[in-house]
């Protein structure tokens, strides 16, 4: 089977859990869209206009699915769980308020906001270590894709998908939180099939 050749990706953040709006840290916690969330998502689809996808790949988590069914709904699209798109695990900050962490572990806490990358939460992942899985994921993912079907939408939790973004636009993962910060749920993105190879040699020569 042809493979694609070059991808425009529609990356899409997971619509709100009740746990988001309160400030938790979901990390690989599963939970469900909440009411306010779903007024989001279907605010964010109606804004896409006449949508047209070929395939939305999808991380497993609840959240994630959900928006992806109701974007297939939406683009004509069929949805794939893609195993290792999942959330960055947060380990024993998980279900915590950004402040709970801020008191509990203030050391830790002020080094993750300066230089994320930095930091491994205990029983979680490193921002470096997440990115490598996820990227990992979306290359295996868009393997499988046959040629003509190069419109992906990509659904991921908030933290993968801002880690997602920053490769898209060449951010270093350091600039997390600029790019999460009064971000939209949606963005469109362009990607070579060239540097989506590029990712196994890139990832296989990790440590």
């Known amino acids: 089977m042809a493979k694609a050749s070059d991808f425009s990706l529609l990356l899409f953040r997971s619509a709100p859990t009740a746990w988001d709006l309160a ?23 109606d804004r896409l206009g006449d949508l047209k996808l070929d395939l ?49 572990y ?40 046959k040629a003509g079907h190069e419109r992906v939408g990509i659904v991921v939790r908030p933290m993968a998908w801002g880690l997602l973004r920053c490769w898209l636009s060449a951010t270093p993962i350091d600039r997390l939180w600029d790019t999460l910060k009064d971000a939209p749920l949606f963005g469109w993105y362009e990607v070579e099939r060239e540097r989506l190879d590029s990712v196994h040699s890139i990832v296989g020569a990790q440590p």
């Open 23 to 45: 400030g938790r840290l979901s990390g690989a916690s599963d939970h469900p869209i909440s009411p306010e969330g779903r007024t989001r998502l279907d605010e964010a689809i």
């Open 56 to 104: 939305i790949l999808s991380s497993g988590d609840e959240s994630s699915l959900e928006t992806a069914e109701l974007l297939a709904a939406a683009s004509g699209a069929k949805v794939r769980k893609c195993r290792g798109l999942e959330e960055v695990a947060l380990g024993l900050w998980e279900g915590l308020r950004h402040e709970d962490v801020a008191e509990r």
């Open 106 to 145: 203030p050391s830790a806490y002020k080094q993750w906001i300066s230089n994320p990358s930095s930091v491994r939460i205990p029983g979680g992942e490193s921002l470096p270590e997440a990115e490598r899985r996820i990227l990992e994921a979306l290359a295996h993912g868009l393997d499988r894709v």
